[in-house]
Structure formats: structure tokens, C-alpha cells
């Protein structure tokens, strides 16, 4: 699409669109957050967590059992306190961790959230309207997802305000 603002005549509904397209361009999965069913509370999109996961490590043969203790790992990084646990976050998907095998008999098994070697086996997904339920319920204009964990989120609202 071609998009062509004059300056303070475009709307948020416009903006969200160009960021959308742009982002599709790049080879991201489009997909409005009412379209994905879910629990508010959740905020990983469990599925392509689970199909990146089992498709990078499918050659390491971890049971289900392990494969939820990695999902796990990253669903249990505390909220708060809000610095220490972005911080964590932050550490957590950049450099992965070493999962203890339930076979005591297996090395510890370093695991990734992403793929940097091979960027095209990573999951891309770009989700507007995605809400969140907290201490409040959330909206954001736009989250960016890799392999199922927020990894950007868009608020155009006061973009569009200047």
C-alpha cells in the first residue's frame, strides 16, 4: 500500500495500518488480536511458543514434560519488580538457559527462545488490538511477537496527537 499523510491529517485507524503493511513486507504474519482465543491473563501466544520449540529441538528428543518446564521458564518471569524483571526478561530470551534433562543420564541441554543462527525458522508475528488483562485490562495499538513472546509494543495515540 502506498500511504501518503499530510502532516496532522492522518488517523491512529491509518498510522496502525502503514506500521501493519510495513511489518508484512518483512515477511511478519499479520493477525487482529480478536482472532486469537485466549485467556486475557496469557500473554505468550502459546501455540507458536510450543510449534517453534518442538521443531527447534526435535532432534533432542525432550518430552512433554520438558518442553512445558522451558515454557514454563519464561512464563514465570515476575512482573514486578518492574525493572528487575524486564531485566530478566531481557536475559532470559537473548541468551536462553541450560535445561537439566529429566534423564539424569542427558547433558544439560542449552535451550533458545530464538533462533538467531536462522532467522527464517523463527515465528514473526505482528497482533493489533491484542488486550491484557492485569491489574486493569490493556489494548495496545500493536505488539510484535517472536516465536510467541512480546517482544514490541506500539501505542500511536499520542503519535497521532502531535
Same mark, same amino acid.
Given at each position: 500500500?502506498?500511504?501518503?499523510?499530510?502532516?496532522?491529517?492522518?488517523?491512529?485507524?491509518?498510522?496502525?495500518?502503514?506500521?501493519?503493511?510495513?511489518?508484512?513486507?518483512?515477511?511478519?504474519?499479520?493477525?487482529?488480536?480478536?482472532?486469537?482465543?485466549?485467556?486475557?491473563?496469557?500473554?505468550?501466544?502459546?501455540?507458536?511458543?510450543?510449534?517453534?520449540?518442538?521443531?527447534?529441538?526435535?532432534?533432542?528428543?525432550?518430552?512433554?514434560?520438558?518442553?512445558?518446564?522451558?515454557?514454563?521458564?519464561?512464563?514465570?518471569?515476575?512482573?514486578?519488580?518492574?525493572?528487575?524483571?524486564?531485566?530478566?526478561?531481557?536475559?532470559?530470551?537473548?541468551?536462553?538457559?541450560?535445561?537439566?534433562?529429566? @534423564?539424569?543420564?542427558?547433558?544439560?541441554?542449552?535451550?533458545? =527462545? $530464538? &533462533?538467531?543462527?536462522?532467522? !527464517?525458522?523463527?515465528? %514473526? +508475528?505482528?497482533?493489533?488490538?491484542?488486550?491484557?488483562?492485569? @491489574?486493569?485490562?490493556?489494548?495496545?495499538?500493536?505488539?510484535? =511477537? $517472536? &516465536?510467541?513472546?512480546?517482544? !514490541?509494543?506500539?501505542? %500511536? +495515540?499520542?503519535?497521532?496527537?502531535?
Amino acid at each position: 500500500m502506498d500511504y501518503i499523510f499530510e502532516k496532522g491529517k492522518f488517523t491512529e485507524a491509518q498510522l496502525e495500518a502503514a506500521f501493519i503493511d510495513l511489518f508484512e513486507q518483512q515477511g511478519y504474519t499479520y493477525v487482529h488480536g480478536k482472532n486469537i482465543y485466549r485467556q486475557y491473563e496469557d500473554i505468550l501466544l502459546l501455540e507458536d511458543l510450543l510449534t517453534y520449540l518442538r521443531e527447534r529441538y526435535a532432534s533432542d528428543g525432550l518430552s512433554e514434560i520438558e518442553i512445558q518446564k522451558i515454557v514454563n521458564r519464561v512464563m514465570m518471569v515476575s512482573a514486578v519488580p518492574l525493572y528487575a524483571s524486564n531485566k530478566e526478561a531481557f536475559w532470559l530470551v537473548n541468551e536462553g538457559f541450560d535445561l537439566i534433562r529429566d @534423564d539424569v543420564n542427558q547433558v544439560a541441554l542449552h535451550v533458545n =527462545f $530464538i &533462533n538467531f543462527d536462522e532467522p !527464517e525458522k523463527n515465528i %514473526f +508475528k505482528v497482533v493489533n488490538q491484542y488486550s491484557v488483562q492485569g @491489574d486493569r485490562l490493556r489494548r495496545p495499538d500493536l505488539l510484535v =511477537f $517472536i &516465536n510467541g513472546i512480546p517482544m !514490541e509494543i506500539f501505542e %500511536f +495515540k499520542s503519535a497521532v496527537s502531535e
